[in-house]
């Protein structure tokens, strides 16, 4: 689509069907009205939450009032994403927000309440048969307590809350706000801005002194503030630390794995499996300067193109019949609820003005989920579509087989379906390919996947790990200590046939990700799983099929380490992230052979 729609210019065929939440304003209006109510009867159980009775109907009450509020707000929200500068839902979101700190408000009393309870007493209501619907709640709580603190010092926690946001909004600011980069010369010679958005397109440019001004620019600049950022990083790190002791954690990392109950080996074998598998890397890098026809190969050349860009223009309507083909392996059942997602108004397809940039899947449980897109005809909107589908029918099939509570899955599990999808797609392509340009971008497109997505996560998951143990044992994390650190662990993953360029040095200064702590593993051990279950699936076919199954319609009923497990695929072990760089392996193979 050329030109850019106004919201009310789009067909009703490539929208949403929000209707499907609230049928009007009004039934929105009296929902929330009803919630406010619902939220002060719930100030009725404060004191009374010590026998099973009054505890099942306080739980029951929390989900109608959590279910219902969730409805309003992703109502509210999805509303405004379609055209954020429509101030009717600017208004409506704002509403939605109020209500929902509110009715967080309103419950809190619950979970310390319960906590406060002695042992046998609490192990007498998880073992109560009119609580059975609540068990894994009860026993998540009693695994909490160790670290919930009394009434005063938990109250006393949430008023420090404000302040812990500091680090990250200083960042934020200095970072999106405050650093301006120097203009640089393009391709044609011309000066141009330098900004967050524009630098990566600077280093996929086929032009490498683009590439080196871009890099040299951005790094630089980052270098000259790196005392204040060194400072918001540090003040970050205390802050961990200072919470993981209050709550008595043996460190920050345990105390950040602890909420999705992921063992301390989850995040140590990934390190030490993608360092065993680093020669692989190093066979990349060399693949890539070969590739490029350089003699030496540095770091502003990782994102540089390897083959020349191969059009793939790809309608909406092709992009679902690709999607639909390639997911054929996971079985009737699958595809049947892909294609009610593709008629039933689960999509936003299109860009159109003030729409919300990028993708996402969203919902509320009890109604079906939705995707939002900016579609573009090409591979990576393809791609981008299976993702979304992917969360989308992961929601779909735990919301249809489980209560609201156990329904939700958590975070460490979410980026498994949608890759799963993104693996099947891959190599549904790669073996219809009869091109060779074509397979070599394929290939070249997943090989990418794999170095930005397992192994560059993993080098910050662990610059993480060694920043947070120095600051454990009482070191000062200088900016000349995280340099040193974080330019040894460049050298050590990209390897000796690589120039590995001093400026690199400053790249932990521009990761917003480090002030969410320990997250990004997520992204290396979904992916791995993801790989893990593709292969399994292309492999065995239906027992493997049926495990997966099994997986997408276990929500959040269990620990996510367990969930995975059932299905077929052990994160406590290294074998699923071997699994996956074998299948990297093949990558980089069949690239070679395509190169000779």
């Known amino acids: 689509m050329s030109k850019v729609l106004k919201r009310s210019e789009v067909p009703v065929e490539n929208q949403w069907k929000l209707s499907d939440i609230f049928e009007s304003q009004a039934a929105w209006d009296k929902e929330y009205e009803e919630v406010k109510t619902l939220a002060q009867q719930a100030g009725e159980y404060q004191g009374k939450l010590d026998n099973e009775n009054s505890i099942k109907s306080c739980f029951e009450l929390e989900d109608d009032i959590s279910l219902k509020t969730e409805r309003l707000y992703v109502y509210a929200h999805m509303h405004h994403d379609e055209d954020t500068a429509d101030p009717t839902y600017q208004s409506l979101l704002q509403k939605a927000k109020k209500l929902s700190v509110g009715v967080s408000e309103s419950l809190s009393f619950v979970v310390p309440e319960i906590l406060a309870l002695p042992e046998d007493k609490l192990d007498a209501l998880i073992a109560s048969p009119t609580l059975k619907p609540f068990k894994f709640t009860l026993v998540e709580m009693k695994r909490e307590k160790a670290h919930v603190l009394s009434k005063t010092e938990e109250a006393l926690l949430a008023q420090v809350g404000n302040l812990s946001q500091a680090p990250q909004t200083i960042f934020g600011m200095l970072n999106n706000a405050d650093m301006k980069f120097p203009k640089i010369k393009d391709e044609n010679g011309n000066e141009v801005d330098l900004t967050h958005g524009s630098y990566i397109q600077f280093l996929e440019s086929p032009n490498r002194e683009v590439r080196e001004r871009a890099f040299k620019a951005v790094y630089n600049t980052y270098a000259k503030n790196k005392n204040t950022i060194a400072a918001t990083l540090n003040a970050n790190v205390n802050k961990n630390i200072f919470y993981s002791t209050v709550r008595k954690y043996p460190s920050v990392m345990e105390m950040s794995l602890y909420g999705d109950n992921i063992p301390k080996e989850v995040y140590t074998n990934l390190i030490d499996t993608i360092h065993e598998s680093l020669p692989l890397l190093h066979r990349y890098m060399n693949l890539r300067k070969k590739l490029l026809g350089t003699d030496d190969l540095h770091m502003y050349d990782l994102f540089a193109p390897l083959v020349e860009e191969y059009k793939m223009d ?52 009890g109604t079906h989920p939705y995707v939002l897109l900016n579609h573009k005809d090409n591979l990576n909107s393809m791609f981008t579509l299976t993702h979304e589908m992917g969360h989308a029918l992961h929601s779909y099939f735990s919301d249809k087989a489980l209560k609201y509570r ?191």
């Open 314 to 365: 790809i309608t909406y309507d092709e992009a679902k019949k690709t999607v639909k083909e390639s997911l054929k392996p996971l079985g009737e059942e699958y595809l049947t609820a892909l294609q009610e997602g593709y008629d039933n108004g689960w999509i936003d397809v299109y860009e159109n003005e003030n729409k919300r940039t990028g993708a996402y899947s969203w919902g509320a449980y």
């Open 406 to 596: 156990d329904a939700q899955y958590t975070i460490f599990l979410a980026e498994v379906a949608s890759t799963t999808n993104e693996a099947l797609l891959m190599d549904y392509l790669l073996n219809k390919s009869t091109d060779p340009k074509e397979k070599l971008y394929l290939l070249t497109y997943y090989a990418d996947q794999f170095r930005t997505t397992v192994f560059r996560q993993t080098m910050f998951a662990e610059f993480e790990k060694i920043i947070h143990e120095r600051a454990e044992q009482g070191e000062s994390l200088t900016p000349q200590l995280l340099s040193e650190i974080y330019y040894d662990l460049n050298k050590k993953y990209h390897g000796e046939g690589m120039v590995v360029d001093q400026d690199i040095e400053m790249e932990w200064a521009r990761i917003p990700h480090f002030y969410t702590s320990f997250y990004v593993y997520k992204y290396a051990t979904g992916f791995s799983a993801a790989t893990s279950f593709a292969k399994q699936i292309l492999e065995e076919g239906e027992p493997a099929v049926d495990r997966y199954l099994g997986f997408l319609k276990s929500g959040g009923s269990d620990y996510s380490i367990n969930i995975l497990e059932k299905a077929g695929v052990d994160m406590s072990s290294p074998e699923p992230i071997r699994e996956a760089m074998a299948v990297f392996e093949d990558v980089i193979s069949q690239m070679e052979q395509l190169t000779k």
